[in-house]
C-alpha cells in the first residue's frame, strides 16, 4: 500500500472520527490539530488507521509527523519495516 | 494462601478552594464541545499558604486520629509520593512526620517519578509488609501534588490551553497494613511498561513543559503494555471478565475513556456501543472525585479508587483493576478486591462534603493567584504567609484541626494549625 494510499485511509478516518469534517475538504498538506480534531481523536484516527493497514507499532513511534501526509509517510516506512 | 496486605484506611484531600472549570474555559474562550471531552467540573486550587505538606497532613490527619495509642506506635513508614517537592535533599515525609506526631522509630522518605510515584510508594509499602521484617508493622503512604501556573503573559496562557482547565491539586493518605478494610491488593498480580521518553517534565522549580500528544499516546501504549504484562503473570486474565470496576490513572476523564476505548478495540475489536456501556458501567464511577479536583498526579488512580468506592453498591467482594502511569515513562497495572465494608470505610471520611466546603474562587480571585505574588517559590529562605490574601477561602468553623504553611525562617516551613 502506497503513500498516497495510507492518506486517503487518514482522511476517512478523520471523517467517521469528526463528522463535522464530513463535508470539508481534506488534503496531505492539512495538520489534524490545525483541523481542529483534539489530542484523543487524533490517536483514534492514528489507532483505526493502524488497524486498516495491519501495521502493530508502539504508538509513540508515530509521534513527529506535522500534517497528513508526513504521517502517511511514516505509516508506510513502518508498514514496510 | 499469600498474607493478606493492602489498604486499611483511605482519604482525599482536596484543598480548600476551588475554580469551577466550565466558567474558566468560557473566560479563557476555548472550545466548548472540546471542553466537554474533559469530564472535568471543578478543579482545586492550591492557596499560597497550601503546600504538598499541607494537602499531605490534611489528607493523613484523619486516618491517624482514628488510630489508638498502640496502632499509631506501629507505624515504621512514612512514604511521601509527588513531584510537587519543596526541597531538592529534605522529603516532604519529615514535615508529615513531625506534624502527624508519629513514632521516632519510622522510615522516611520520598518517592519520585511523576504521576506513577503514589504507585509505586504504595507497592513499596506493600513489599515491606510481605517481607514481615516486622510483622504487624504499618506503614503511612501519601500521594501529594498541586500545580500551580504562573499567568506571566498572553502567550503563557495560549501555551497551556490544555493543560490549565485539568490540572489540580490533591492529597490522598493510605494506611498500609495487614488488615485492608479498604483494599486486599492481590499479591504478584501487577505488570509493568516502561520505556525513556519525553512527553511531561519539569525542568525547573517552578516550569512544567509537556507535549499532550506523545504523553497520550505513551498512556496509551503503557495501558496496552502494563495489563498485557500482568496477563502473562496471572493466568486467565482477561480485561473484561476479571475486574467488576476500573479505577485508571485520570489526568482528565477523556483521556481514560480513550485508553480504555483503545484497550477494548485491541483486545476484543468491541464495537462502539459495547465500549461506551464498559466504560459507564465499569469506569464512570471512578471519575466522581476526580472531576470536582482536577489532576492530582501521583495520587490520581487512588482519587480513582475513592471516586468508585463512594459511588459503587458493592454487595459482595469485587476485584478492582488498577492503572497508574507517569511520564516520563513508567506504568503499572494491578489489582485488589475490594468489600462492602470497603465502600462504608471511605463513605465515613465524607470526602464529598469536605469538597462541597471549598471555596469556590471567582476568575478575579483565581487570576490574582496565578499572578503569583504571595506563592512561595521553590528555595524560598524568609516568607511571612498572607492568610486573608482571599478572605472568603480562610474558614470561619476552623476547629483546629487544619494545617496551612505560617512562615518560612531560614528554609524551615512553619505551619499552624487553624
Same mark, same amino acid.
Given at each position: 500500500?502506497?503513500?498516497?494510499?495510507?492518506?486517503?485511509?487518514?482522511?476517512?478516518?478523520?471523517?467517521?472520527?469528526?463528522?463535522?469534517?464530513?463535508?470539508?475538504?481534506?488534503?496531505?498538506?492539512?495538520?489534524?490539530?490545525?483541523?481542529?480534531?483534539?489530542?484523543?481523536?487524533?490517536?483514534?484516527?492514528?489507532?483505526?488507521?493502524?488497524?486498516?493497514?495491519?501495521?502493530?507499532?508502539?504508538?509513540?513511534?508515530?509521534?513527529?509527523?506535522?500534517?497528513?501526509?508526513?504521517?502517511?509517510?511514516?505509516?508506510?516506512?513502518?508498514?514496510?519495516? | 494462601?499469600?498474607?493478606?496486605?493492602?489498604?486499611?484506611?483511605?482519604?482525599?484531600?482536596?484543598?480548600?478552594?476551588?475554580?469551577?472549570?466550565?466558567?474558566?474555559?468560557?473566560?479563557?474562550?476555548?472550545?466548548?464541545?472540546?471542553?466537554?471531552?474533559?469530564?472535568?467540573?471543578?478543579?482545586?486550587?492550591?492557596?499560597?499558604?497550601?503546600?504538598? +505538606?499541607?494537602?499531605?497532613?490534611?489528607?493523613?490527619?484523619? =486516618?491517624? &486520629? #482514628?488510630? /489508638?495509642? %498502640? @496502632?499509631? *506506635?506501629?507505624? $515504621?513508614?512514612?512514604?511521601?509520593?509527588?513531584?510537587?517537592?519543596?526541597?531538592?535533599?529534605?522529603?516532604?515525609?519529615?514535615?508529615?512526620?513531625?506534624?502527624?506526631?508519629?513514632?521516632?522509630?519510622?522510615?522516611?522518605?520520598?518517592?519520585?517519578?511523576?504521576?506513577?510515584?503514589?504507585?509505586?510508594?504504595?507497592?513499596?509499602?506493600?513489599?515491606?509488609?510481605?517481607?514481615?521484617?516486622?510483622?504487624?508493622?504499618?506503614?503511612? +503512604?501519601?500521594?501529594?501534588?498541586?500545580?500551580?501556573?504562573? =499567568?506571566? &503573559? #498572553?502567550? /503563557?496562557? %495560549? @501555551?497551556? *490551553?490544555?493543560? $490549565?482547565?485539568?490540572?489540580?491539586?490533591?492529597?490522598?493518605?493510605?494506611?498500609?497494613?495487614?488488615?485492608?478494610?479498604?483494599?486486599?491488593?492481590?499479591?504478584?498480580?501487577?505488570?509493568?511498561?516502561?520505556?525513556?521518553?519525553?512527553?511531561?517534565?519539569?525542568?525547573?522549580?517552578?516550569?512544567?513543559?509537556?507535549?499532550?500528544?506523545?504523553?497520550?499516546?505513551?498512556?496509551?501504549?503503557?495501558?496496552?503494555?502494563?495489563?498485557?504484562?500482568?496477563?502473562?503473570?496471572?493466568?486467565?486474565?482477561?480485561?473484561?471478565?476479571?475486574?467488576?470496576?476500573?479505577?485508571?490513572?485520570?489526568?482528565?476523564?477523556?483521556?481514560?475513556?480513550?485508553?480504555?476505548?483503545?484497550?477494548?478495540?485491541?483486545?476484543?475489536?468491541?464495537?462502539?456501543?459495547?465500549?461506551?456501556?464498559?466504560?459507564?458501567?465499569?469506569?464512570?464511577?471512578?471519575?466522581?472525585?476526580?472531576?470536582?479536583?482536577?489532576?492530582?498526579?501521583?495520587?490520581?488512580?487512588?482519587?480513582?479508587?475513592?471516586?468508585?468506592?463512594?459511588?459503587?453498591?458493592?454487595?459482595?467482594?469485587?476485584?478492582?483493576?488498577?492503572?497508574?502511569?507517569?511520564?516520563?515513562?513508567?506504568?503499572?497495572?494491578?489489582?485488589?478486591?475490594?468489600?462492602?465494608?470497603?465502600?462504608?470505610?471511605?463513605?465515613?471520611?465524607?470526602?464529598?462534603?469536605?469538597?462541597?466546603?471549598?471555596?469556590?474562587?471567582?476568575?478575579?480571585?483565581?487570576?490574582?493567584?496565578?499572578?503569583?505574588?504571595?506563592?512561595?517559590?521553590?528555595?524560598?529562605?524568609?516568607?511571612?504567609?498572607?492568610?486573608?490574601?482571599?478572605?472568603?477561602?480562610?474558614?470561619?468553623?476552623?476547629?483546629?484541626?487544619?494545617?496551612?504553611?505560617?512562615?518560612?525562617?531560614?528554609?524551615?516551613?512553619?505551619?499552624?494549625?487553624?
Amino acid at each position: 500500500m502506497d503513500s498516497d494510499r495510507i492518506a486517503e485511509i487518514i482522511i476517512a478516518e478523520i471523517r467517521s472520527t469528526v463528522p463535522e469534517l464530513e463535508a470539508q475538504p481534506i488534503t496531505r498538506a492539512d495538520s489534524m490539530a490545525d483541523l481542529g480534531v483534539d489530542s484523543i481523536e487524533r490517536s483514534e484516527i492514528i489507532l483505526a488507521t493502524l488497524e486498516a493497514i495491519g501495521v502493530k507499532v508502539p504508538m509513540v513511534q508515530l509521534h513527529g509527523p506535522r500534517n497528513i501526509g508526513e504521517l502517511a509517510d511514516l505509516l508506510h516506512a513502518k508498514s514496510k519495516a | 494462601m499469600t498474607r493478606a496486605v493492602g489498604i486499611e484506611a483511605m482519604n482525599v484531600y482536596g484543598g480548600m478552594a476551588c475554580l469551577d472549570v466550565k466558567e474558566l474555559c468560557l473566560h479563557r474562550g476555548l472550545d466548548m464541545p472540546r471542553f466537554e471531552n474533559l469530564l472535568v467540573q471543578e478543579k482545586t486550587v492550591a492557596l499560597p499558604y497550601e503546600d504538598p +505538606v499541607t494537602f499531605a497532613v490534611n489528607a493523613a490527619r484523619p =486516618l491517624i &486520629d #482514628a488510630l /489508638a495509642p %498502640e @496502632e499509631r *506506635a506501629r507505624i $515504621e513508614m512514612v512514604v511521601t509520593c509527588t513531584e510537587s517537592g519543596i526541597d531538592f535533599g529534605k522529603s516532604l515525609s519529615t514535615y508529615v512526620h513531625a506534624h502527624l506526631d508519629l513514632p521516632s522509630n519510622c522510615r522516611l522518605f520520598e518517592i519520585k517519578q511523576a504521576c506513577y510515584s503514589g504507585t509505586a510508594g504504595l507497592q513499596m509499602a506493600v513489599n515491606f509488609l510481605l517481607a514481615q521484617t516486622s510483622p504487624g508493622a504499618k506503614a503511612l +503512604v501519601v500521594a501529594t501534588d498541586i500545580s500551580r501556573f504562573a =499567568l506571566a &503573559d #498572553a502567550g /503563557a496562557v %495560549e @501555551e497551556w *490551553a490544555y493543560s $490549565e482547565p485539568s490540572s489540580g491539586a490533591g492529597a490522598v493518605a493510605m494506611l498500609v497494613s495487614d488488615t485492608p478494610h479498604v483494599l486486599r491488593i492481590d499479591a504478584g498480580a501487577y505488570g509493568n511498561h516502561a520505556f525513556e521518553v519525553m512527553d511531561t517534565c519539569r525542568p525547573g522549580p517552578d516550569t512544567e513543559a509537556g507535549d499532550a500528544d506523545l504523553s497520550l499516546m505513551a498512556y496509551l501504549d503503557c495501558c496496552e503494555g502494563a495489563f498485557r504484562d500482568y496477563s502473562r503473570r496471572v493466568e486467565n486474565a482477561d480485561f473484561r471478565e476479571s475486574f467488576g470496576q476500573l479505577c485508571f490513572h485520570t489526568p482528565f476523564g477523556g483521556m481514560v475513556k480513550g485508553a480504555h476505548r483503545h484497550l477494548m478495540r485491541r483486545l476484543y475489536k468491541a464495537p462502539p456501543k459495547e465500549i461506551e456501556a464498559d466504560f459507564q458501567a465499569r469506569l464512570a464511577a471512578s471519575l466522581a472525585f476526580g472531576k470536582r479536583v482536577g489532576n492530582t498526579a501521583g495520587g490520581s488512580v487512588f482519587v480513582a479508587l475513592a471516586g468508585m468506592l463512594e459511588t459503587v453498591a458493592i454487595d459482595a467482594p469485587m476485584r478492582v483493576g488498577l492503572f497508574s502511569y507517569g511520564s516520563g515513562c513508567c506504568s503499572e497495572f494491578y489489582s485488589g478486591v475490594v468489600t462492602p465494608e470497603s465502600g462504608e470505610r471511605l463513605r465515613a471520611m465524607r470526602i464529598p462534603q469536605a469538597l462541597d466546603r471549598r471555596h469556590r474562587l471567582t476568575i478575579e480571585e483565581y487570576e490574582m493567584l496565578l499572578r503569583g505574588e504571595s506563592v512561595v517559590r521553590f528555595g524560598t529562605k524568609d516568607a511571612e504567609l498572607n492568610h486573608q490574601i482571599v478572605p472568603d477561602a480562610w474558614p470561619v468553623d476552623a476547629a483546629g484541626d487544619r494545617l496551612v504553611l505560617d512562615a518560612v525562617v531560614g528554609y524551615h516551613r512553619k505551619y499552624i494549625w487553624i
